[in-house]
């Protein structure tokens, strides 16, 4: 079964902070990788995925990929109140393996 | 309106009645999946489907079967709920695993 870990919360940030949020996996074959959102009470939300090693940016936030070392972040910059949420990870599997494995997320709040 | 729609999406039932949790999707995805979400525990797998008649087991299919007959319905069954079945469930699907998975509202099922 492959493993999807997140840092665990709840992470409290000040406005206009920046949030640092990290995940490991231990399927060395995973190729995809996201990261949703989800509000209370409401169905996770894509906002980022990232498939090659390094950077990505998408306005304040930026996912970042290290194969090697096997880890996905997300770096939330000039927090808001609206980025108040839990943020999942999810990895996909090996070429043979098409399951979707997600983290038990992470709880952010923004402290205006 | 693209969107993935789930019924019923609060239920109440008891310790052996077989019920089922409909899913459909209007945007012609070929990936379907059924999750359940758990306090701590994040999203974890439940079934999933690549294409009509191709499902497989997630991380956690005990207790639950799933038909895929057509491209833009996947229903859960439980044959036999019982109250470790009690969750919040959610259907999903995407054009492929290395895409977006778009979520369905949500189910929350108890079992006494």
């Known amino acids: 079964q492959k493993e999807v870990e997140q840092n665990s919360g709840p992470l409290s940030v000040p406005e206009g902070a920046i949030a640092s949020l990290n995940c490991t996996y231990s399927d060395r074959g995973s190729q995809s990788f996201f990261w949703y959102r989800q509000y209370s009470g409401k169905s996770p939300e894509l906002i980022m995925f990232i498939y090659s090693n390094g950077d990505k940016e998408d306005g304040r936030f930026t996912a970042q990929l290290n194969k090697a070392s096997q880890y996905v972040s997300l770096l939330i910059r000039d927090s808001q109140p609206s980025d108040s949420a839990t943020y999942l990870c999810a990895v996909d599997g090996s070429s043979n393996d098409y399951k979707l494995s997600f983290g038990a997320g992470t709880t952010v709040t923004v402290r205006a | 309106e693209a969107q993935v729609t789930q019924n019923p999406r609060y239920l109440i039932t008891v310790t052996g009645k077989k019920l089922t949790v409909t899913c459909s999707q209007n945007m012609n995805h070929e990936y379907m999946s059924w999750y359940r979400q758990d306090p701590g525990l994040g999203l974890r797998q439940i079934y999933y489907?690549?294409?009509?008649?191709?499902?497989d087991k997630g991380d956690v299919p005990e207790g639950y079967k799933v038909s895929r007959k057509e491209k833009r319905n996947f229903p859960l069954i439980l044959e036999s709920p019982s109250p470790n079945q009690t969750s919040l469930y959610f259907c999903?699907?995407?054009?492929?695993?290395?895409?977006?998975?778009?979520f369905g509202p949500g189910t929350r099922l108890t079992v006494l």
């Open positions: 489907s690549m294409n009509v008649e191709v499902t």
């Open positions: 999903a699907s995407s054009q492929g695993l290395a895409n977006e998975q778009f």
